[in-house]
């Protein structure tokens, strides 16, 4: 019989052994890039902003998860939620479930607008997918609209209104009749939605895995009026920004846009489950899935399964009990200010931006002639993938801080701890940050004293 490892046999493994596991069955050139910068750490323990490896060395947190621990890790809170459901039959669609029923009810009363009908599934870009299909056969028009940019996912739905070349080309043709506008920019939206055959315009409030880009003031309020008027359903992606992350419950609230379509996965499931939802009006969703032979047209099957719905119950009545939006907008101004203070100081710190918890921070690259000469490009094409990389890796190396790069724009370090990170903790960060940039200078300095893992 083949051995098979246990979960007690599993939990004693090595980090070599981990990385061995990992490099024979899973990614090998993933254990290689992460091994890089040594992010291939073993970790034991993990509770709220703190991260514990196998030595015993503690972290602290300021990735969160790409947005999907507002709460932090293993919030108490939605381990208790799971406990009290786990006799309930946690899949059984030959019936109608409760926690998706209950979850369902409170996002109806949390959402702005007339938002009301929820579908659930398991990840945010099969939110996006269902947000895509409902557009499509809601309006019976064809033609999406999406931001350069823009990140929504990876599927072959949600990838066809990604911005991004790179993830993309590989896996042509996607959806047909998808179309790319800039984003911020409302007046190429008009001139795309002009002609009237657009069934959805789908756009984040902030772009995340775009670097942290914040549109100019107005620029949503402007999309939802030009939706209405061009008979478009606005589809407003809240997965990275929704419950919290930007100051507001939601970041569309900072305009007052109320969206046809929502999508929000991530934090919804407290850290622990994976959830994902689109919620819309009931007009929308009678329109689309009215009756009982279109009724199971969309479907998934862990879609609205008791755990995961459970731990979206106890995630928005801790973010609701402990005010976490507001924690964001104070915490925020307060990183923000003092990250600008960095900038000032530092010139290879291009920019700060965001709102709330969702923190950029973009590095200038290198122009160094000669040494782009003497190292054959390298130190080039080091600059516009890994420098943010490098720096992430000193945080996590010398001060034990854990950043990573937003997915579209690798010189933008994100920073986006859970909205429960304490003052002293977001010290901590200003301060290391300080210490790594007094030390190096310039991109070069770092990629010298980084030199020896890159190569
Ligand atoms: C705005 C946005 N939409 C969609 C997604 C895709 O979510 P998932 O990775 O759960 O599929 C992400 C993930 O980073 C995101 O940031």
New binding site residues.
Partial sequence: MKKLISIEEGLEITEKELRELHREYLNPGLVTTMGLVKFDRLYKEASGCIIKDSQGQEYIDFLGG???LNLGHNPPEVLKALEKVKNLPNILQASLGVAPAVLAHNLAQITPGDLKRTFFCN??????EGALKLARIATKKEKIIYCEG??????FG?LSVTGREKYKLPFQPLVPNCHPVPFGDAESLEQALKSGDAAAFIV?CIQ??GGIIVPPQGYLKRVRELCTRYNTLLII?????GLGRTGKMFACEYEDVVPDIM?L??SLGGGVM?I?AYITTEKIHNSAYGGMDKAILHTSTFGGNNLACSAGIAALEFILKNNLPLEAEKKGQYLLSKLKGLQEMYPIIKEVRGKGLMIGLELKGSNNTLLNRLSGGTLENLAHEYFASLVAGQLLNEYHIITAYT?NNPNVIRIEPPLTIEYEQMDKLVWALEDIFQKNKSFIKMAIANLKNVL
């Fill in positions: 790409y947005g999907a990840s945010g870009a099969e939110a996006v823009s990140f929504h996912g990876k599927t949600a984040e995340g895995e992606d809240e997965i990275q920004t999508c996965a991530k994976p994902g997915l």
